[in-house]
């Protein structure tokens, strides 16, 4: 069980995946309003999401998708679930990712490789090329799996992680930019009470569970925004975990539930076919959606 440190006076607390290091960390820094306020690691995706429920943060980052692996499972999850907070803003992050060890590792000299599945997942095609026969290990984070190797007695261990933990932790890299795309990026949702104004380029995300399991059913909840003209960003089904072959459908959708179309999509749906949950109306993130408001200014 992970303790809080005591709040710096004045300060928004923000729990978010530690600990220090990880990209998690690095898309907080990217947010001028952010970075200064009392930023707190935390161990695990569930945990930042109690913390901000049970009032030991005010606000809670962590990651929800990345380019190459696709959705962070155990964060859908959790929002779908376990968790009635509301997602506040999306911060999209560049990862470049390196192999890192103690000083005076080499290379072949790894037979261990430490680091969170899904960063390990980016490098598939690296890592089967330059080190097919290492035992990969997982990690809760990237930076969990530095600080670890830093620990570490053992000879021949490495981290798959980002160059801010590789430095945090005093650790060599062995090799860089091992991500096998280019363009690498993971998308981060800030978590909290509430719904932000609308700014004229927003994203609302929602849960579907059907009703009924029929024919054209996924189509007809695709009908309803389609017929107002409301365009679909994601559209990723998850396993209700209620029986076998269950599934519910996650939407990402242009628009903020304060648009008439979208309420009225989102009205009707829920009137006719779905039990909709609501995850959040919240600006777009990136360079373009910031592009975008300014425009429309």
């Known amino acids: 069980m992970h303790r809080n440190p005591p709040l710096r006076f004045g300060l928004v607390r923000i729990s978010y995946l530690g600990p220090p290091g990880t990209f998690t960390e ?34 809670g980052l962590v990651p929800i998708e990345n380019s190459i692996e696709g959705s962070v499972t155990v964060t859908l999850d959790t929002l779908a679930f376990e968790s009635e907070l509301l997602i506040q803003r999306e911060i999209d992050l560049p990862i470049s990712l390196c192999l890192c060890a103690k000083p005076g590792t080499r290379l072949r000299d790894v037979v261990t490789v430490h680091s969170l599945p899904i960063a390990a997942a980016q490098c598939r ?18 930076a969990e799996a530095a600080r670890s190797v830093a620990r570490m007695r053992k000879q021949g261990q490495a981290a798959i992680a980002n ?26 949702v800030l978590l909290g009470q509430g719904i932000p104004e609308p700014t004229g380029h927003d994203r609302t995300s929602i849960v579907c569970f059907q009703r009924r399991n ?10 309803e925004f389609a017929a107002r ?6 559209l990723e089904s998850r396993p209700t975990k209620r029986s076998l072959g269950e599934y519910c459908f996650f939407i990402d959708l242009e628009g903020h539930i304060a648009d008439e179309l979208v309420a009225d ?29 300014r425009r429309a200014a």
């Not at 947010?31 to 429920?53: F, K, M, N, W």
């Not at 650790?171 to 860089?176: F, I, P």
């Open 125 to 142: 095609a690296w890592m089967r090329k330059q080190l097919p026969d290492v035992r990969l290990e997982s990690a809760t984070s990237t």
């Open 214 to 223: 029929r024919p054209g059913s996924l189509l007809a909840i695709l009908q």
């Open 26 to 59: 690095e898309a907080l820094l990217t947010q001028d309003d952010l970075a200064d306020e009392d930023l707190c690691p935390t161990r695990s995706v569930p945990d930042v999401i109690t913390d901000v429920e049970k009032g030991a943060a005010e606000l």
């Open 163 to 188: 160059p801010l933990a590789a430095d945090l932790y005093g650790l060599d890299q062995l090799a860089c930019e091992i991500e096998d795309h280019a363009g690498n990026q993971t998308r981060f």
């Open 229 to 234: 003209a409301v365009d679909l960003t994601k």
């Open 265 to 293: 999509a989102l009205r009707n749906l829920s009137a006719k076919l779905a039990e909709v949950k609501f995850l959040g109306s919240y600006p777009v993130g990136g360079t373009s959606g910031a592009v975008v408001r």
